[in-house]
């Protein structure tokens, strides 16, 4: 019993951390950083002289929580938990509103396309790159959409790339320490 009440527990933090990590990405990209253009989102440097929309590592993170919470609840909660989150984003900033829903929910699809079929052959390799399609996507559309260039893709593809293996490392870790699916409940 005391099992199956730790195994809700972190399963509906492990979803209301991915859900949160959306309004966090919308806050962070209007408030920390610098601006270089009228307009522009707030930017932060990620490595090798690249720039990044800040909202970059709280949607690093999503990709990575999502397929967190589709590895502890299955197919369908990873569903459900991307339908609420393109809404959240939708509702969470009005000037971004479209670009963000349109490329979370892309970037979340393709994602989670890459990441089904890959899950138990090797987390590690699933979690990497889905997340790294999925920050692609997620980047080219949302960079497009809300500011009309795509001039700081490489920046959000490799902030996204750091949290995709920061991720890759802890899902593949905390799997093979517990060396099983047994506490894993796949709808």
Known sequence: MQKLNQFKAVSVLSFLAYLLSIPLANWLIENIGNVRFPGGP???????????????????FALVARDYVQHRLGKKYALIAIAVGVVLSFFINSDLAWASALAFTFGELSDFAVYTPLQKKNTFAAVLLSGLVGGVVDSLIFLQVAFGSTQYWQGQVLGKTWMAIIGAVVLSSIKNYRGSEKDCLLV
């Open 42 to 60: 707030h930017v932060f440097p990620v490595g090798f002289g690249l720039e990044a929309p800040s909202g970059v590592l709280a949607i690093g």
